[in-house]
């Protein structure tokens, strides 16, 4: 493989993008919303364990939990929560040694893992749920009126339905 030289380089992506991006449109958009994403997630991380010691990752693995009427299959578990599946099963047993979760096989289909709330895990979400969610009135709600909100989440919605089913 040839390396570019250095002028080359610097508008390869452009190019490539705008071949398959006609004029470039929707490209502020996504730019626009990996940079939120990205902005949003990390202050809502720092502010979260700071506040409460708790890793946000954690802190999504005992709300969807708490979701699902308080257990689900630990491949369920993977796909819902903001964890690859790979990193589930470090981030399970790291919440199991805390006591806030425990983990069981699936009844009839020995392969299978449950994943539960435990009563330490309820209060722990307990906890945290409050200093999780004035972090999304104060960083996300607050900046949008409710136009801007109605708008945003409903065409994050149908492109989230459009991948899921196209």
């Known amino acids: 493989m040839q390396?570019?030289?250095e002028s080359d380089v610097a508008g390869l992506v452009d190019k490539l993008v705008l071949q398959a991006l006609p004029g470039g449109r929707g490209l502020?958009?996504?730019?626009?919303?990996?940079?939120a994403h990205a902005t949003l997630l990390r202050q809502l991380?720092?502010?979260l364990e700071k506040e409460t010691g708790l890793a946000l990752?954690?802190?999504?693995?005992?709300?969807?939990?708490?979701l699902a009427g308080g257990e689900l299959?630990?491949?369920?578990?993977a796909d819902k929560a903001l964890i690859s599946r790979s990193g589930m099963t470090r981030r399970v047993a790291q919440l199991v040694d805390a006591g806030l979760v425990r983990r069981t096989?699936?009844?009839?289909?020995?392969r299978g893992v449950v994943v539960a709330l435990t009563d330490a895990g309820v209060?722990?979400?307990?906890?945290?749920?409050p200093v999780h969610a004035r972090g999304i009135a104060e960083l996300f709600v607050a900046q949008l009126d409710d136009q801007?909100?109605?708008?945003?989440?409903?065409?994050l919605a149908k492109v989230t339905l459009d991948c899921n089913f196209g």
């Open 3 to 5: 390396v570019q030289p």
């Open 28 to 35: 502020g958009a996504w730019q626009a919303l990996l940079r």
């Open 45 to 47: 991380e720092k502010d």
């Open 57 to 66: 990752a954690d802190f999504d693995v005992l709300a969807q939990l708490a």
């Open 73 to 77: 299959r630990m491949t369920e578990l």
């Open 105 to 110: 096989s699936a009844g009839t289909d020995a």
């Open 123 to 129: 209060a722990r979400l307990t906890e945290t749920a």
């Open 148 to 155: 801007e909100l109605a708008m945003l989440e409903s065409a």
